[in-house]
């Protein structure tokens, strides 16, 4: 909202304002976890790979991130999920979602309740349906593994 109402008020384009906002914070977290997952590779695999003739970027491509991102698909997954979660707030800004639409079934008939359990119920599925997704990725990426 602030990104909307203040430093794009000019705009008032809705999209852009939640694509930049979602993007930057977003962005600022998957950056850190991916991070964390290369520092979680021992350094040996850097400079075994490196002896072996391997430039920086072929070594970070083909032996560093493969391995940070079985490390990293649990937390990558987590904060998908979570920025679904957050695009709720994307309503206020004229921006039709889930929430935005249960708010006017709300306005409309005077009823709070069944919408917005409804919406809660439809968030909840959707967050079910991508867990169960990424714990499959995950059991298939750890199988890959042995």
């Known amino acids: ?7 794009l008020a000019s705009s008032r384009n809705g999209l852009i ?3 930049l906002a979602f993007g930057i914070n977003s962005g600022a977290y998957v950056a850190e976890i991916v991070r964390g997952g290369i520092m979680s590779i021992d350094n040996g ?13 072929s070594t970070m491509v083909y032996v560093i991130l493969p ?7 649990p937390a990558l ?11 709720s707030v994307a309503g206020y ?4 979602d889930l929430t935005y639409i249960g708010n006017l079934i709300r306005s409309r008939t005077y009823e709070a309740f069944f919408p917005l359990i409804t919406i809660a119920l439809i968030y909840l599925a959707i967050v079910m349906i991508l867990s169960y997704l990424l714990r499959k990725l995950e059991r298939r990426l750890s199988k890959s593994e042995r």
Request: glycine residues 4%; neutral net charge.
């Open 45 to 57: 695999q850097f400079e075994a790979s490196r002896s072996i003739g391997f430039d920086y970027k």
């Open 1 to 7: 909202m602030i990104m909307y109402y203040i430093i």
């Open 67 to 73: 391995q940070a991102l079985k490390n990293v698909l």
């Open 17 to 19: 304002a939640a694509v």
């Open 93 to 96: 800004v004229a921006i039709q």
């Open 77 to 87: 997954g987590n904060e998908f999920i979570v920025l679904l979660k957050e695009t």
